[in-house]
């Protein structure tokens, strides 16, 4: 049989099942503010992202926008290299860091730089995709990054065509300084939290916050560079070239095919996410804590009264046990040598079955006891001498001290009554106990004898019959029906199984 749970168990119980729902509730509203303020954040970084490609597109449109001027200009329509050399000068005086214009023909000739005397002899230029795309469309072409041949550094190149008679002659390059592009980042970044960076059309940074100097150059992180070209926009979480978890958005410029990606440390959400958890998770155990040291202190309260109640109770029973034992040595005393022998069996068997009904109330602590169980203890010692004689039925139905004892007392008289004279004092007599649940807390029981001799109203009242008849319903404030019917008698008992009613 499996054991109860003592009463300090059940209280804890009691107490983490009522908070620890609380604090995965709270938990879950945390999470939730979480996953919204994420969303909200990779809002931010796309805008964030579109904002700073806008920023690139302008700066380089406006380089493209001088450089086809120069393209145009009078002076390299005549070849006129000395004149020309002066108006590229003046365009390239706005940039710092020294770059240069150079000019080819569609062999691969140089045929100006910028960066070399007017009479030096210049070598031939390495061969590009996008000169040859100028070349072939007239339009104009942005390359990726790559180690210019002089400079030895990285670079990317602006190219324009240069037209004559509706036929591009020449290509017309320049390198803008790599600073350009780190100023727009810098100008851009809007905390240290973010990692913003500016790739070629093959995914190479050559523009990049933090830690330019080690990352130009480089490829994107992995697991950026995987979503990189998946599309001309998106959004993913990435870990930075640092290891640093980001919250990353990206767009290609249509102009340039560059690609801006902007990423802010996915742990300035996650952070205050994870405090928010933390002091959840501390204030729900501290309550969690306090309700169990409440809990145990109430249990231990508990059990210290029900202790004193048990010691009362017990002191109750020994001394009621003692009195019973007294009034049948008196009644013993009392009735030796007297004549009437039959009187003296009855008040003992009245005292036993009184005995009965207090060892099961002692058994539930005098709260009370179910129908069945008074009947079952009452009706115990005819039991025993024949099982099948008799019949109960009915459901399990709470009872007052009060009723029990006085239905224990009714069922022994009836049971005596039937043991000498009724349905249990012939073979194949029987008798039917069966009782239901009324409306209002009531209760019915009928008891009802079959197969005995047949039964004649008795010439005088006896004391079974006053107990049944008027002390029941004294005591009860119910009704008790007791009839002598020639196939047995009957009785019909209604009563509150509560504490009488006013």
């Not at 190149?157 to 727009?184: A, C, H, M, W």
């Not at 767009?251 to 933390?278: D, H, M, N, Q, V």
Request: charged residues 20%; contains cysteine; aromatic residues 8%.
């Amino acid at each position: 049989m499996r054991r109860s749970l003592s009463l300090p168990v059940r209280l804890a119980i009691l107490v983490a099942g009522t908070l620890l729902p609380l604090i995965g509730f709270s938990a879950a509203i945390v999470y939730q503010h979480y996953q919204e303020s994420r969303t909200e954040a990779f809002g931010r970084v796309v805008q964030f992202t579109r904002g700073i490609q806008l920023v690139l597109d302008r700066e380089m449109q406006g380089i493209l926008s001088g450089l086809t001027v120069l393209a145009s200009s009078d002076a390299l329509a005549r070849d006129d290299f000395v004149v020309f050399r002066r108006r590229a000068q003046a365009f390239l005086s706005q940039f710092p860091d020294h770059p240069s214009i150079v000019i080819g023909d569609r062999a691969g000739r140089q045929v100006f730089n910028s960066s070399e005397a007017p009479d030096a002899v210049l070598p031939p230029r390495t061969p590009r995709e996008e000169r040859d795309i100028v070349f072939q469309t007239g339009k104009p072409a942005f390359s990726p990054l790559f180690i210019g041949s002089v400079s030895r550094r990285p670079i990317v190149t602006v190219t324009v065509p240069v037209f004559r008679d509706g036929e591009v002659i020449y290509d017309l390059s320049f390198n803008p300084p790599q600073q350009i592009f780190q100023k727009i980042i810098e100008q851009q970044k809007a905390s240290d939290d973010w990692t913003i960076s500016f790739f070629d059309q093959k995914g190479v940074n050559f523009a990049r916050v933090p830690n330019p100097e080690q990352t130009i150059g480089k490829s994107a992180s992995p697991t950026l560079l995987a979503v990189l070209f998946s599309a001309p926009e998106g959004q993913a979480r990435t870990v930075s070239l640092e290891g640093v978890p980001l919250l990353t958005a990206f767009a290609r410029s249509e102009l340039t095919g560059w690609i801006a990606a902007a990423g802010i440390a996915e742990a300035t959400l996650s952070a205050p996410a994870l405090r928010s958890f933390f002091l959840t998770g501390a204030i729900g155990l501290g309550m969690l804590v306090i309700g169990l040291g409440f809990a145990i202190r109430m249990a231990t309260t508990i059990a210290r009264g029900e202790a004193l109640h048990e010691l009362l109770i017990n002191e109750l029973n020994h001394r009621v046990k003692n009195t019973l034992a007294t009034v049948q040595s008196l009644s013993g005393q009392t009735f030796r040598g007297s004549a009437d022998a039959e009187a003296r069996s009855k008040f003992e068997a009245r005292l036993g079955s009184l005995g009965r009904t207090h060892d099961v109330l002692s058994a539930k602590k005098w709260e009370g006891a179910r129908i069945g169980e008074v009947i079952d203890a009452a009706l115990a010692p005819f039991e025993s001498a024949n099982p099948d004689a008799i019949r109960k039925s009915g459901p399990a139905v709470p009872m007052s001290p009060r009723c029990v004892v006085m239905v224990s007392m009714v069922i022994h008289e009836l049971a005596t009554n039937a043991a000498k004279y009724g349905a249990l004092s012939r073979p194949g007599g029987y008798v039917v106990v069966e009782w239901s649940a009324l409306p209002d807390g009531l209760v019915e029981l009928h008891w009802r004898e079959r197969g005995g001799p047949s039964v004649e109203h008795p010439a005088r009242t006896g004391f079974g019959s006053r107990l049944i008849e008027q002390g029941f319903a004294a005591q009860l404030g119910g009704t008790a029906t007791l009839r002598f019917d020639p196939e047995g008698v009957t009785c019909r008992l209604e009563f509150s199984a509560g504490e009488r009613r006013s």
